[in-house]
């Protein structure tokens, strides 16, 4: 059995599945390279991150494919359902990353909160010139204990979220269609263990009580934070979203920036990746990483692991 893990797998993912007497390939096709690639190396296991798209046509014309993995949370690049109704399997490793993300978010969190963002860069350029003037500047940072985090979709990513945000001392309010409460079991470092139950609540009222907002929602067809979002929320809010670009109006984003409404704001993702508008990577409010949530090399074992484990299981 062969496995191509387009978009790369870690290391224990590999021995993983070697040990269970599948070849593994890490060679990166082209997009348009990989139907004939598929065929031509008889290629029965695709595995995929947000790079590789699988669409009808490359199932339709690659029948040695028997499992597609998304090594991640999200499978919108994938035809889930079309592949499925073709017989194939289609997994992902869902759990795998969300700790590295919500830890992400509160590294733009805090980086936010304190102007990191904006000192790391003024430091080298003026540090020894304008000392003072950054000092001044930058002194009017916040602090995220005691702050209301407001949590848009809440489940395994966005609950990881607030795990660390209960941990930092910080109330935490939940929106989520989907689920009425959940129970979250935060544990330390010496086997003590705290259980918090958080019950969700209405969007409308997650936006008009939070001081930081942090979205974790499935790709959309219409905006989940549009200029109507934005015209609720509370002045000088502090916004994240690591989790899908589209999920907020980027042009309502910086409209909310200009006018005060919004103080500052985290992406790790963009409507355009893997070109972001120009306006967004010169605004001075915005701190930015390229779509890099799940990467850390914690995660990427476990994914690896675990996208191994589900194939070795399948196929046996």
Do not use: W
């Amino acid at each position: 059995m062969k496995v191509l893990a387009n978009d790369g797998i870690s290391q224990s993912g590999i021995d993983a599945l070697e040990k269970g007497g599948y070849e593994v390939i890490t060679t990166t096709v082209a997009q348009e390279q990989l139907e004939n690639y598929i065929n031509e190396k008889q290629i029965n296991v695709l595995l995929v991150r947000s790079a590789t798209t699988v669409r009808k046509d490359l199932i339709d014309a690659c029948p040695s494919l028997k499992i597609i993995g998304r090594g991640g949370v999200g499978m919108d690049n994938i035809d889930v359902e079309y592949a499925r109704e073709k017989g194939l399997s289609v997994i992902n490793t869902p759990a795998a990353s969300s700790h590295s993300v919500a830890e992400l978010v509160f590294g733009h969190l805090y980086g936010l909160s304190r102007f990191l963002h904006n000192s790391n860069r003024d430091m080298p350029l003026e540090g020894d010139s304008n000392f003072k003037g950054l000092k001044k500047a930058y002194a009017k940072g916040t602090e995220l204990r005691g702050k209301t985090l407001g949590v848009l979709g809440f489940g395994r990513i966005g609950q990881a979220t607030a795990k660390v945000a209960l941990g930092a001392g910080m109330k935490v309010i939940a929106f989520d269609p989907f689920l009425e409460k959940a129970n979250l079991e935060l544990e330390f470092f010496d086997g003590q263990k705290v259980n918090f139950e958080i019950q969700t609540i209405s969007k409308e009222d997650v936006l008009k009580q939070s001081d930081f907002i942090t979205l974790h929602v499935p790709a959309q067809k219409d905006y989940v934070i549009d200029e109507a979002e934005f015209n609720i929320m509370k002045d000088g809010v502090i916004i994240a979203n690591a989790a899908r670009g589209g999920v907020v109006n980027e042009v309502a984003l910086v409209k909310a920036i200009e006018n005060g409404k919004v103080a500052r704001a985290a992406l790790d993702v963009f409507e355009k990746e893997p070109k972001p508008e120009i306006q967004l990577l010169m605004n001075p409010a915005l701190s930015l990483t390229p779509h890099t949530g799940a990467a850390t090399n914690e995660a990427q074992d476990r994914i690896g692991t675990e996208l191994a484990a589900q194939i070795i299981n399948i196929l046996g």
